[in-house]
Every structure is written in C-alpha cells, then in structure tokens.
C-alpha cells in the first residue's frame, strides 16, 4: 500500500482511501497538490498548540478537518468513496472523511519533524 511523503500511520492506520481520492482528482484533470498539507497548515498546528489554543489531539484534528475540508473536492471524494467502499456517501461524509485523513496526514507530518510530541494518541482517535 502506498502512503503520502511522510506519513507515519500514527493518526491514520490506512491511507487507501485518500490514496484513491488523489487519483480521483488526478482523474478530473485537477491537481491533486491543491489537498495536501502546506506549511501554513504545519504553523497553524505549532502555533495552536504552543499557544493552548488546542488542547488535545480531538480538538487538534476537529480544527484541522474544518480547514481541510474547504480544499477537498467533493466529486472526487464520492468516487474514491464510492470505489474504496462499494457505495456512494452523502457529499459531507466524504469531504469529511477526507479532509479527516488529510487532517491526520499533516498532524503526522508535524510530529516526524519534531514540531509536536504525541502522547496517548489512540484514546483520541476514532
């Protein structure tokens, strides 16, 4: 299985479905770079934490899927959706489920640069 660039499987355990949602939007002509974390996305996750804006990893990931969830093209995310799982989502729990990952994704990236330091991070996931 492949996995976006520096993505550890902390946060997410299985990146098929974004995997299937970048080819997707490859697809639809687009480019699938539009998606992925920037480093504003990593400031923003220094930032809330070092600050106590955030306090947990819930609260980390809630924030970020917000972000997310405007670069996510939701068409894509219904095929890969549809693909991965055999039926099609309702528009939000697509978006959703992707800007998730793409959430989890950038919390992943943050941790391997050594910007965060995870503690307990199962208790928070779902």
Same mark, same amino acid.
């Given at each position: 299985? $492949?996995?976006?660039?520096?993505? &550890?499987? &902390?946060?997410?355990? #299985? =990146?098929?479905?974004?995997?299937? =949602?970048?080819?997707?939007? *490859?697809?639809?002509?687009?480019?699938?770079?539009?998606? =992925?974390? !920037?480093? +504003?996305? %990593?400031?923003?996750?220094?930032?809330?934490v070092r600050s106590g804006a955030i306090r947990n990893l819930y609260e980390l990931l809630e $924030?970020? !899927?917000?972000?997310? +969830? $405007?670069?996510?093209? &939701?068409?894509?995310? %219904?095929? @890969?959706? *549809? *693909? *991965? =799982?055999? $039926?099609?989502? #309702?528009? #939000?729990?697509?978006?959703?489920?992707? @800007?998730?990952?793409? @959430?989890?994704? &950038?919390?992943?990236?943050?941790? +391997?640069?050594?910007?965060?330091?995870?503690?307990?991070? #199962?208790y928070y996931l779902r």
């Amino acid at each position: 299985m $492949s996995v976006p660039f520096m993505a &550890t499987g &902390t946060i997410v355990k #299985d =990146y098929q479905l974004l995997m299937q =949602y970048f080819e997707e939007v *490859k697809s639809m002509g687009m480019d699938p770079r539009h998606s =992925y974390p !920037t480093s +504003s996305d %990593i400031d923003f996750i220094v930032r809330s934490v070092r600050s106590g804006a955030i306090r947990n990893l819930y609260e980390l990931l809630e $924030s970020l !899927t917000r972000m997310f +969830s $405007s670069r996510v093209c &939701t068409e894509a995310a %219904i095929r @890969a959706f *549809k *693909k *991965k =799982y055999g $039926s099609e989502p #309702d528009p #939000d729990t697509a978006v959703r489920e992707i @800007a998730w990952m793409l @959430a989890g994704w &950038t919390v992943e990236i943050a941790e +391997s640069l050594g910007l965060i330091s995870l503690r307990n991070a #199962d208790y928070y996931l779902r």
